[in-house]
């Protein structure tokens, strides 16, 4: 921390230094550097090696594009950059009239016959001037933060932002993410954000105004520009972040400047990278010609130009097709094209200002067409919130209307073609590959929380909770679920963490108790671990537990009424750092193994005994030098009817999470479940939430960090995430999951 103090400090004195010289030598001209359409006058953004943090230096009289040269000469310096300015691409209102001629054309109604106008679970966050959030066909598809208590003046889920119940203003850093009136304003710039929400999620079938593409999914008002359409790369980058951080799918970015600028790059990038979808304009000229962005990028769209398409870029098109008179284009940066001109849709209303009118048109645009695609990905999403963000991306550009041939001076340079939202919707509803089996994620808090279990769906939207011990009880909970009575429906089984007795419960999906015993000599308070399946043949799936630290690791087979079945050692009689335990079949005989993987202290020894305790095979997860723990669990991921081991790594290491072949004990595949200095260990589960035979892989943080649980696909690839518990509990997620009914 010192260091990089220093470090700073160094940096301003050869700024003040410079801006002394500068000065004496140039300041007839200060004044007039200071008004400039590119950046923000007198800042310079700056970023560390080894950093995240993104630092802001003000007020600097000095011309900035040279000072950004000498200060990359400081080898300690990652990258700096002024603070440029972006601007919503928008074009001047035309007339009004009460018609969505677009969703026709791009037979939008067709796919709301598929999916009944998308889900609320899916969050399309709207970088922009602001958006009414009590506008009348708005408000109910407005995303609220739920972990926040609205207007108590407390950060209550430790985000950095006080009161962000409805999002955030990055311009005058308040949560009312509304246009403001209180600074200088023109209609286009209070309008624009409000508008382009109303045509990705307006409320739809409610009998008034208009209709969003997606009209049940939810809108993440961010406010990055100003009420005159304006704003600095340092907000646009906050706001991304905050979206990431906060659970939306879909980030769009109705704007454009002419500067590039690496680190909204960076952040755009870490975005894709955490599975969210990015759409950007590709901007307007409302004099002179339109803009081949092949030779004069703008940025957003064209941040991702001869790299991976990690941004959707979208120009406009007219009722005909043809590119609309005013969109740039240019095939290295537009992936697509949208309906964009003469747009009618819904206005901020603010009579104290002379803003009367709810609705009004027409509006047009590439800021109008982005919205047109943002909506049709939230569609997607909604038939399977699992799908890749890649997967969603491909349904988007794979499925469009041929346009070349209706604009034969621009071959190529429009996208793909125009967007077709119902063919990308049928191509993602075609794919599901069967009827998807409803699986429910159940997180046990960690030591340090009450023992809380809490139920999620696959999109971790919570469907419940409850106390599986006294409230009292700071050793945290261990969570399997599984269906012990036999009555088809799953239940959730709990057993006591580190301090409290060896104590096993059983509840239903609402928390009702439906059984309980002790799986260990009632003075071990070493905490117990808790696995399902049947392991003897007798159809009914056994309770199977495994020891915390302390004693020797004696693997115990219960039924529902706690009567023993079984019990054998899995570990030499010395080693006393417990046993963590999962259930599978992982030779495909039709009967479930147990599989067990050493707790902290011994080395990463992973064995797998039949249901009467026969040793049946054995091999190391990590190197064998390693002591941290193996957290274990077991799944088919690749459709071959046999379940693959999946391991991840307890604790003081690389969050690793390794598949192994259990007939030839190959590793299959291995990746990182977070950053790879992130040493505070990974719980696991899998379940098939998409129905295609193969498992989702799910991991949840350890203690000392935030409590997220993230999903991957059978492959490794990121899905989602979300947090168990408020983020400012560090104790640690317990992850199983359940059918449900």
Known sequence: ???????????????????????????????????????????????????????????????????????????????????????????????????????????????????????????????????????????????????ELKGDGIDNDNNGYIDDFNGWDFIQNVPNPKPKFNEEYTEGGIHHGTLVSGIAAAVGNNLIGVVGVAWKSKIMPLRVLNSEGTGSIENVIQAVNYAVNNGAKIINLSFVGTNKSY????????????????????????????????????????????????????????????????????????????????????????????????????????SISAPIVSGLAALVWSINPLFSHKQVQDFILDQTDEIDSINPDFVGELGRGRVNVYKAVEKAYNQLGGVPQNYYIITGAGPGGGPHVRIFDSVGLPKGGFFAYNEDFRGGVSVAG????????????????????????????????????????????????????????DGLEEIITGPGKGVESEIKIFDLQGNLKNSFVVYPPKFLGGANVAVGDVDGDGQDEIITGAGPGGGPHVRVFDGQGNFKFHFFAFNKNFLGGVNVAVGDTDADNKDEIIVGVASGASP??????????????????????????????????????????????????????????????????????????????????????
Not at 668 to 679: E, P, T
Not at 692 to 711: F, K, N
Request: with cysteine; hydrophobic share 40%; net charge negative.
């Open 1 to 147: 921390m010192k260091q990089k103090n220093i470090l700073i400090i160094l940096i301003l004195i050869v700024i003040l230094f410079l801006s002394a010289v500068y000065f004496l030598f140039f300041s007839q001209e200060t004044e007039a550097k200071k008004i400039t359409e590119n950046f923000v006058a007198g800042e310079l953004l700056i970023k560390l090696k080894n950093h995240s943090k993104i630092y802001k230096i003000k007020d600097l009289d000095f011309n900035l594009q040279d000072l950004q040269t000498i200060v990359l000469e400081i080898p300690e310096i990652e990258w700096a950059e002024p603070n440029y300015c972006m601007r919503a691409s928008y074009l001047p209102n035309d007339s009004y009239y009460h018609e969505q001629w677009y969703l026709d054309k791009v037979k939008a109604p067709q796919a709301w016959d598929l999916t009944k106008g998308g889900s609320e679970d899916i969050i399309i966050a709207v970088l922009d001037t602001g958006v009414d959030i009590d506008h009348p066909d708005l408000k109910d598809n407005i995303w609220s933060n739920l972990n």
């Open 263 to 366: 680190f909204l790059a960076e952040a755009l990038k870490e975005a894709w990278r955490k599975g969210v979808l990015i759409v950007a304009a590709a901007g307007n000229e409302t004099t002179g010609e339109p803009v081949n962005l092949n030779e004069s990028p703008n940025y957003p769209i064209c941040l991702d130009e001869n790299e991976e398409n990690f941004i959707i870029g979208v120009a406009a098109v007219d009722n005909t097709d043809r590119k609309a008179l005013f969109s740039d284009y240019g095939s290295n940066c537009v992936d697509i094209s949208a309906p964009g001109t003469r747009i009618y849709g819904p206005l901020v209303y603010n009579p104290n200002y002379d803003f009367k009118e709810y609705y009004g048109g027409y509006w047009s645009g590439t």
């Open 482 to 537: 599984g269906d012990v009575d036999g009555d088809g429906e799953d239940e959730i089984i709990t057993g006591a963490g580190p301090g409290g007795g060896p104590h096993v419960r059983i509840f239903d999906l609402v928390g009702l108790p439906k059984g309980g015993f002790f799986a260990y000599n009632k003075d071990f308070r070493g905490g117990v671990s808790v696995a399902v399946g049947d392991v003897d043949g």
């Open 656 to 741: 690793y999470i390794r598949v192994f072949n259990a007939e030839f004990l190959l590793l299959r595949l291995q990746f990182l479940a977070y950053s790879k200095d992130f040493y505070h260990g990974t719980n696991i589960a899998v379940a098939d939430f998409d129905g295609d035979q193969q498992v989702e892989i799910i991991s949840a943080s350890g203690p000392t960090t935030e409590p997220r649980v993230e999903i991957f696909d059978s492959l490794g690839n990121y899905l989602s995430q979300f947090y168990a518990y408020a983020r400012h509990f560090h104790g640690g997620v317990n992850v199983a999951t359940m059918r449900a009914k």
